[in-house]
């Protein structure tokens, strides 16, 4: 078993537009989802840490606008019995507009969460995101 485990916040832009219109939310209050996402290779690759960041290094141009993708960071990295964790080397896709995540009945800032994650987070005084450590 080969594969790669990332963490994924991801909402729906056309609800988010919705939401901002009708004056429910704020500059940088996106809808998101928080999910986990697991790719699985062939199994006649040999998966590392690197190869398995290409989709974070590419989603911030892949992103369509029918999504708002607001973090996608990989986890771990697993070869058959062997774990690797990502012990914060590959770092994150974070979309620097967004600062607060509303899940529906709650919400959460998103620099917050990234120091719950483990990273060093620089904010401005708004609480946007500057840069990730």
């Given at each position: ?25 704020e500059d940088g209050k996106v809808l998101g989802e928080v999910e986990q996402v697991i790719v699985n290779y062939k199994e006649d690759i ?88």
């Open positions: 078993m080969i594969r790669a485990t990332y963490l994924l916040i991801a909402g729906d832009a056309r609800l988010t537009a919705f939401m901002k219109a009708a004056d429910v939310f040999e998966l590392t840490l690197e190869r398995a960041a290409l989709p974070i290094q590419e989603v911030a141009k892949a992103e369509e606008k029918r999504y708002i993708i607001s973090l996608f960071h990989l986890i771990s990295i697993q070869q058959a019995n062997v774990i690797s964790m990502n012990d914060g080397r590959i770092k994150p896709y974070v979309n620097k507009a967004v600062r607060i995540i509303s899940i529906g009945v709650n919400w959460f800032l998103l620099d917050d969460y990234l120091r719950y994650l483990g990273f060093t987070v620089e904010t401005d005084e708004r609480r946007f995101i500057k840069n990730v450590l």
